[in-house]
């Protein structure tokens, strides 16, 4: 008889070794965790704290108040709790980094996949389109498009993702060129695979490692556009509370009330590192050569 | 081909890519909804006819497609237009604007450029040091720290707090003296500084400890060479080929980067003249700052490029 158990010892899978190596990386394990903490709180944020993030408390309304025991950050000049603000603000923030890295990778794979898999025309076209966009500086065109659009949150998102997917269709393009001559991709054309087929069933999975690295690291990007955004009044609009609108309206209080500014800021600094991280972990455990 | 006519080609084929990207800038600017003159429109006294008026002397009035065409036939004789907002000529508000960006963005590059060197290449000699994991950390905290945020709390401790430091400006009317200057000058340059420092130390260990990999490098150790020569001589030399690239890159970057720090600092800059002219929706001044922008991306491109196929022997013209 055969022990069933044996096959599941064996750590010598893909998946496995993958999991081994990113298990090794402790600073993206940790950050792992701390982004889902994050997350959680930011969807039970209704049940962590018992003040609403535009509730006004009229007793302190006018200055801001330091943090105390009841409002651990401190509250702002108009008497909101400021913690609840910046918990809420999570909500925005996570929401926009992980939906517009989702959208600049969905963008990206499809015009990298394309490009490297047909190549000639096709390709050149498809790149010549991705040297254009990418020699427009980013900051400004976003800051002038969402200005301009005056963006609800989706549109934020789509803004932000639909300009962020040049460096994923190069990365795709370079993986699709050097796919494009196995084995397993010519035994599936003889079969008759049609091209969609062949691209996105075969080739895709063994370029998945890489796209998923680079998601990860742009959710780090667009959490730093969008609080940069709306740092300057062009992105989310208040009351909705965001980091980045959250420092934009601390700076009237910087000299008598400095810690507003510092919360928000710091967990923009935090989430953002733990990204990176998670991306620098995901790298060692599916793209071990670098 | 030879070296001539690769430089042609490609200068050429830089024509293409400006036009496209000309295209894009002026159909986000002129199509999105709204116009610079929305600003009348909720003032009683301004009449309809009024507001035509001023359209038709703007051209605003035109189809988008003509404008654009008018635009680009003044753009490529020199002619940028006036300002909506001032009346101004937009060439001169910005060359009156470019020294202050040149002078923050040149600082900050100095300075990037003086700390990544020499920490990228001592964490990749001394590798998985403590030295090397320190750098690293505080690389991945370079990188992913929201620079506004930086230039706020120094603001708040050395301009406020401690009052080290002036919190906006570029030198104290009636003084403009060098401290002065440089005074004013420390605080935001260090803070433009801090992302590139950061990326460019990091990408310099890269590109070390991938050349001390390559097989010259242990012919060089195996026949006698100290480290010291081994490392400064032969790897440093190589090593700093790709890292010129994204360096050189990165200033281009750095140049609209520096919207950010110029807004907060109040510095009288490109980048405070383009949020400024956001507010009044300037398109003359918004599509020649934008130009402005891309081209110094596309032309450092091509330099960089034909640089390397004269430096790099390998790099065939084709």
């Not at chain 1, 200055?63 to 509250?75: N, V, Y």
């Not at chain 2, 003509?66 to 753009?75: D, R, T």
């Not at chain 2, 000699?125 to 506004?148: H, K």
């Amino acid at each position: 008889m055969t022990d069933p158990s044996a096959a599941m010892q064996d750590p010598r899978t893909l998946l496995g070794e993958a999991f081994k190596r990113f298990r090794r990386h402790r600073l993206a394990v940790v950050s792992l965790a701390l982004l889902v903490v994050f997350s959680l709180a930011a969807v039970l944020a209704p049940y962590l704290t018992p003040y609403t993030f535009d509730g006004q408390d009229v007793a302190l309304l006018g200055m801001p108040t330091p943090p105390s025991l009841a409002h651990p950050m401190g509250t702002d000049h108009l008497g909101r709790d400021n913690a609840t603000r910046v918990l809420y603000g999570a909500r925005v923030s996570l929401l926009v980094g992980l939906l517009s890295a989702l959208i600049a990778t969905l963008v990206g794979t499809i015009v990298g996949a394309l490009a490297g898999f047909y190549g000639g025309a096709t390709d050149n076209v498809l790149m010549r389109a991705t040297d254009v966009v990418l020699s427009i500086p980013l900051l400004p065109l976003v800051i002038v498009l969402s200005g301009f659009l005056r963006p609800n949150l989706y549109l934020l998102v789509l803004i932000i993702g639909v300009l962020g997917w040049m460096g994923t269709a190069r990365l795709v393009r370079s993986q699709f060129l050097s796919l494009r001559g196995r084995d397993f991709v010519e035994a599936s054309r003889a079969l008759g695979g049609s091209g969609i087929r062949i691209m996105f069933l075969h080739m895709l999975p063994n370029a998945l490692g890489p796209i998923l690295v680079s998601t990860t690291l742009s959710v780090g990007g667009a959490i730093l556009l969008e609080s940069a955004l709306s740092f300057f009044g062009f992105g989310v609009q208040p009351p909705t509370p965001t980091w980045g609108n959250l420092l934009n309206s601390s700076r009237d209080w910087l000299d008598i009330a400095p810690w507003i500014a510092t919360f928000p800021g710091l967990f923009i600094l935090v989430t953002v590192l733990a990204v990176n991280f998670l991306g620098d972990g995901l790298r060692d455990a599916f793209d071990p050569r670098m | 081909m030879n070296l001539t006519t690769f430089i042609v080609k490609r200068v050429l084929a830089a024509v293409p890519l400006l036009l496209g990207i000309s295209i894009i800038l002026f159909g986000v600017l002129h199509l999105a909804p709204g116009g610079p003159l929305d600003v009348y429109a909720d003032i009683p006294g301004v009449s309809h006819e009024a507001l035509e008026n001023i359209k038709r002397e703007l051209g605003l009035d035109q189809p988008v497609p003509v404008q654009y065409v008018k635009w680009l036939g003044a753009a490529v004789r020199g002619q940028w237009g006036y300002s909506i907002r001032t009346g101004r000529a937009v060439a001169k508000d910005i060359r009156e604007r470019m020294p202050a960006t040149f002078l923050l963005g040149g600082t900050a590059f100095v300075l990037a450029l003086a700390a990544a060197l020499p920490l990228g290449v001592l964490s990749a000699v001394r590798q998985y040091s403590l030295l090397d994991y320190t750098f690293t950390f505080l690389s991945f905290i370079g990188f992913s720290m929201p620079i506004f945020w930086l230039a706020l709390m120094l603001q708040s401790l050395f301009a406020v707090h401690w009052q080290l430091l002036p919190s906006a400006g570029m030198y104290t009317i009636g003084d403009g003296g060098f401290a002065d200057r440089l005074r004013h000058l420390a605080l935001p340059a260090s803070i433009l500084s801090v992302a590139y420092m950061a990326s460019w130390g990091r990408f310099t260990r890269a590109s070390m400890l991938d050349v001390f990999g390559l097989d010259y490098i242990r012919t060089a150790r195996a026949k006698g060479l100290g480290e010291r020569t081994v490392i400064y001589r032969h790897a440093l030399r190589n090593a700093l080929v790709p890292v010129i690239t994204i360096v050189a890159l990165d200033f281009a970057g750095m140049i609209s980067g520096a919207v950010i720090t110029e807004t907060i600092f109040a510095w009288p800059g490109m980048g405070r003249l383009f949020i400024e002219s956001m507010n009044g929706r300037d398109y003359p001044v918004l599509m020649a700052l934008l130009m402005i922008g891309s081209f110094a991306l596309v032309a450092i491109n091509l330099i960089t490029d034909i640089v390397y196929s004269i430096v790099d022997a390998r790099i065939r013209y084709d």
